[in-house]
């Protein structure tokens, strides 16, 4: 009896971790190698669509209007590094 009621005590508290894990996360974003801000994507999300959200955010406006992107660096899940030059 006691056996039973600790094993239903224990499926209560066990959570699956399908549930506990996240499905955003959090993209540092760097310009010319230094860190500029920090964008929420979820979690899968490629290049194309990091680099889409960084052009519609107004913060990195100042940071990339008036320049060329010459590269873009992007480590899935990690980090999205873009390379600019400003235009002559």
């Not at 974003?29 to 899968?44: A, F, Y």
């Amino acid at each position: 009896m006691l056996a039973i009621s600790i094993s239903q005590w224990l499926k209560c508290i066990l959570a699956e971790e399908q549930y506990l894990k996240d499905d955003m996360i959090v993209l540092p974003i760097q310009i010319n190698g230094k860190t500029r801000g920090k964008l929420q994507l979820r979690e899968g999300s490629g290049e194309d669509e990091a680099f889409a959200a960084v052009v519609q955010d107004k913060h990195f406006e100042k940071y990339l209007s008036g320049h060329t992107v010459r590269k873009r660096i992007y480590v899935p899940g990690r980090i999205l590094n873009i390379i600019v030059q400003q235009n002559k």
